[in-house]
């Protein structure tokens, strides 16, 4: 089984600043790594697939890099509503499909 | 649109059996696999297997195999998921989400739906 950590577990930021979030791989996934935000109370939503490419309708202050084992996710300047709990998930060697343990963007 | 819209909360006592609904529209519903994905209160995701809405087929992850049963009911366009033998730690909510490519599992979900709270208390 493919372990994602994520780092850091929580980023204190204000409305603005740029975040930048990690996910580690226990072993390569090429690039077959997507990221998903979660508000509170809220199913997640798919924002970054493919380690890079933008989901439908996802602001391009949202990007994402890395293949192999390490991957990021930027967001450019924060806007309010990006305050949420973002997870990374592997797709390339499953069952199963795993995911991170979440990195909560909290406002500073 | 796509829409996956899931069946109500649930009370179970240990031992007992849940059964979640979710009902797809806006879609070709055999044409995309369907995932079942798993969330403990406060804590992260867990992914628990997937469909295939046009066979039947299914794909268990390990640790419920045994205890999970998938389902689909084509003329309604709807996807259940039986969990059994439920204990403390299956209280979690329960999310249908459907995978993004067309005619094969690529095991990845877009989109999620609502999501059904299911409580194993005595």
């Known amino acids: 089984e493919i372990v994602l950590t994520q780092s850091p577990a929580t980023l204190s930021l204000s409305p603005g600043e740029g975040a930048t979030l990690s996910c580690r791989a226990s072993q390569s996934v090429s690039t077959y790594l997507a990221w998903y935000q979660q508000k509170p109370g809220q199913a997640p939503r798919l924002l970054i697939y493919d380690a890079s490419n933008r989901a439908t309708g996802i602001p391009a202050r949202f990007s994402g890099s890395g293949s192999g084992t390490d991957f990021t996710l930027t967001i450019s300047s924060l806007e309010p509503e990006d305050f949420a709990v973002y997870y990374c998930q592997q797709r390339s060697n499953w069952p199963p499909l795993t995911f991170g343990g979440g990195t909560k963007v909290e406002i500073k | 649109q796509v829409q996956l819209v899931q069946s109500g909360a649930e009370v179970k006592k240990p031992g007992a059996s849940v059964k979640v609904s979710c009902k797809a529209s806006g879609y070709t519903f055999p044409s995309y696999y369907m995932h079942w994905v798993r969330q403990a209160p406060g804590q992260g995701l867990e992914w628990m297997g997937v469909?295939?809405?046009?066979?039947?087929?299914?794909t268990y992850a390990q640790k419920l195999q045994g205890r999970v049963t998938m389902t689909r009911d084509t003329s309604t366009s709807t996807v259940y998921m039986e969990l059994s033998s439920l204990r403390s730690e299956d209280t979690a909510v329960y999310y249908c989400?459907?995978?993004?490519?067309?005619?094969?599992?690529?095991?990845?979900?877009?989109?999620w739906g609502q999501g059904t709270l299911v409580t194993v208390s005595s």
């Open positions: 469909i295939n809405p046009s066979g039947g087929s299914t």
């Open positions: 989400a459907r995978d993004d490519n067309i005619a094969v599992a690529g095991g990845r979900f877009d989109p």
